[in-house]
């Protein structure tokens, strides 16, 4: 088997190996292949590949994201826009505009600038769905849907604590937690770790059938909030776009915030906006780690 050539990018430390989808051709399982090279001690190392494909018809590319634990989201805020980058860093494509097929639709992508190997772009994501994924849980609690509450109450018995959750589908789930602070936060009297909580979230299947992505939110004033993630597939990231987004949105609707807001994550800030008309704007930029080719073993 011929060595499967790739380029890492990250966006503010959140990494994807971008590989476009004919060096793929003999990979029998993507999800097992996925594993071994977004191992970081093992292989290349990252937070998940995306797959490139250029296609016809409404969108210029396709792009899919799998997870380092081999299963495939929906959409990846960071990782598409590395996607992207990796698009125009190879000159195959330098139009100022790309739209891009997603498993979770078509996202629009706007070329901002190019500083060295740092790509910044402007995405449109679509518009927010809040109804709660469909299972047998949220049937009974909600008979009808006119009377649902954004903010769903969760109960962790053996931790004797009940976690606030804002629930919203970005292109990926998101469950929002509000904190007052990350490293000593409280909840209902109760301390907790959020890493500990995020994990316990992400695989609550009761609620979401397919998990979750975790994101805990800190408001600093209503122009800007900071921010800890827990990804679905992926655990602690430094950076989410769709986290990002969830967390902005989450704010603005509980009217802790603006709808333009700085988003502070640890690896960076990402700017973004909920208009008036429903749309999500993430800014931010992707940066070329290295390029490499992968021998299968």
């Known amino acids: 088997m011929n060595p499967i050539k790739f380029c890492k990018f990250h966006g503010f430390g959140n990494d994807y190996i971008i590989i476009e989808s004919n060096e793929l051709a003999d990979i029998e399982n993507i999800g097992e292949f996925t594993k071994k090279i977004c191992h970081r001690n093992r292989g290349v190392g990252g937070d998940g590949i995306a797959v490139i494909e250029k296609v016809e018809g409404a969108a210029d590319y396709e792009c899919r994201i799998i997870n380092p634990d081999g299963s495939e989201a929906g959409f990846s805020g960071n990782g598409t826009r590395c996607a992207v980058a990796y698009l125009y860093y190879k000159n195959l494509w330098n139009a100022p505009t790309l739209k891009l097929k997603t498993k979770s639709g078509i996202k629009h992508y706007e070329f901002l600038e190019r500083e060295a190997d740092t790509f910044w772009y402007r995405a449109e994501l679509g518009k927010p769905n809040f109804n709660l994924p469909d299972s047998d849980f949220t049937k009974s609690i909600l008979p009808d849907e006119s009377k649902k509450d954004f903010m769903l109450p969760i109960l962790f018995p053996n931790d004797e604590m009940v976690v606030s959750v804002f629930y919203v589908d970005v292109g990926n789930p998101v469950a929002c937690v509000f904190v007052e602070n990350?490293?000593?936060?409280?909840?209902?009297?109760?301390?907790?770790?959020?890493?500990?909580?995020?994990?316990?979230?992400?695989?609550?299947?009761?609620?979401?059938?397919?998990?979750?992505?975790?994101?805990?939110?800190?408001?600093?004033?209503?122009?800007?909030?900071?921010?800890?993630?827990?990804?679905?597939?992926?655990?602690?990231?430094?950076?989410?776009?769709?986290c990002s987004i969830a967390a902005a949105v989450a704010s603005a609707l509980t009217d802790k915030s603006d709808r333009e807001v700085s988003v502070h994550a640890e690896g960076g800030i990402t700017e973004a906006v909920w208009r008036e008309d429903g749309e999500m704007l993430i800014t931010g930029p992707a940066d070329l780690a290295f390029c490499g080719e992968w021998f299968c073993n």
């Open 182 to 242: 990350f490293e000593t936060a409280i909840i209902n009297s109760k301390k907790f770790d959020w890493r500990y909580v995020g994990q316990k979230l992400e695989s609550l299947t009761e609620i979401f059938p397919e998990r979750t992505n975790v994101v805990f939110v800190k408001i600093i004033d209503r122009a800007n909030i900071k921010i800890r993630i827990w990804e679905r597939g992926a655990g602690e990231t430094s950076s989410s776009g769709t």
